[in-house]
């Protein structure tokens, strides 16, 4: 009887630990978002990036605040996982405001931050492909104040969610951290999990 | 000895008689795009002061920002009408809080660049900043 309850234990716990995960998401992202890149090449997320992990920022250009922190600890990340030769990692920068953020702009935002391009994209596309995009990933932005220089030149902006999203390679959401205060090192940890 | 005392408390006096700016940066942008001005404002002397408006030639439009939580998570950024700046205190402008917004540029700001943007503060008057481009 002693035997029996201490196998049913170990059995358990062993189950427990099993189903135990490092990540607090398992969400498989089973859509798939037609996009174009910086470079204005066509992408489909997270299709074309199967295999690799992913870590995906959602920003808008004319931010001047919120997303270049975003932007910034996107950059550190990537170059922490440079600096150690992490194979298999794709940052990914999509925007919310694709009516400005073309191709183009995008790619003056990267070039401005000195933004090492092999394994970081910035995408936009079609508004309505971009707003599904959004629900799944949870973002929520709208439109907030919008100012007029005097030649009649209208400025608006975003309130949005601040985030950054952790992938498989499976293009299974896994993690979402806080975009402008991430702790780098966290994600380099969750990285390691992941790519070792 | 009593030069170098003189010398000592009139020092004293100029350095508490004035506002002044310091680590004043300005983040890089893009042409037509906007950026933010980040500095703290040292105010030593025994009044508030208050920052009610910018200048700056290579902006179409120069506002005074903060940034606030919006609910549900996101963030957004409004202009405010002015910031006090209390007597005997530094008042960070700094990211995520208030900045000076230089929206609609004229030309790109790039790394390393350093642009002068003058704030006007109801009492220091027109404070000229260079900021470097980060």
Redesign the interface.
């Known amino acids: 009887m002693q035997k029996f309850v201490v196998l049913t234990l170990l059995f358990l716990m062993l189950f427990l630990v099993g189903c135990m995960s490092d990540f607090p998401l398992n969400d498989p992202l089973k859509e798939s978002y037609t996009l174009i890149d910086q470079d204005s090449n066509t992408v489909n997320f997270p299709k074309s990036f199967s295999g690799s992990v992913i870590v995906a920022g959602f920003v808008f250009v004319n931010c001047p605040d919120i997303c270049p922190l975003t932007t910034h600890n996107m950059q550190a990340i990537q170059d922490s996982v440079n600096t150690l030769k992490m194979k298999g990692v794709e940052f990914v920068a999509i925007t919310f405001d694709p009516k400005r953020d073309r191709p183009p702009v995008l790619k003056k935002y990267l070039e401005l931050r000195e933004i090492n391009e092999k394994n970081f994209r910035f995408l936009t596309g079609d508004s309505t492909i971009v707003s599904d995009m959004m629900k799944r990933f949870n973002i929520v932005y709208g439109s907030s104040d919008t100012t007029y220089t005097e030649d009649g030149d209208a400025n608006y902006f975003y309130t949005h969610t601040d985030r950054i999203t952790l992938l498989d390679q499976k293009g299974t959401i896994l993690r979402e951290y806080k975009g402008s205060t991430v702790n780098i090192g966290e994600v380099i940890n969750d990285l390691k999990k992941l790519t070792d | 000895m009593i030069l170098s005392f003189v010398a000592l408390i009139a020092s004293f006096f100029m350095q508490s008689t004035t506002l002044t700016v310091e680590n004043s940066w300005v983040?890089?942008?893009?042409q037509d795009?906007?950026?933010?001005l980040y500095f703290d404002a040292v105010n030593p002397t025994s009044t508030p002061d208050t920052l009610y408006a910018a200048q700056y030639t290579g902006a179409?439009?120069v506002?005074v920002?903060e940034?606030y939580e919006?609910g549900?998570?996101?963030?957004?950024?409004?202009?405010t009408d002015f910031v006090v700046i209390p007597a005997k205190s530094t008042f960070n402008f700094k990211?995520?809080a208030h900045?000076v917004?230089?929206?609609?540029l004229k030309q790109?700001?790039?790394?390393g660049d350093e642009v002068e943007v003058t704030l006007l503060f109801k009492k220091a008057g027109s404070v000229k900043v260079k900021a470097t481009a980060k």
């Open positions: 983040r890089v942008g893009a795009g906007n950026t933010a179409k439009m506002e920002h940034t919006a549900s998570g996101r963030l957004g950024m409004r202009k990211p995520k900045h917004m230089l929206m609609k790109d700001i790039k790394v």
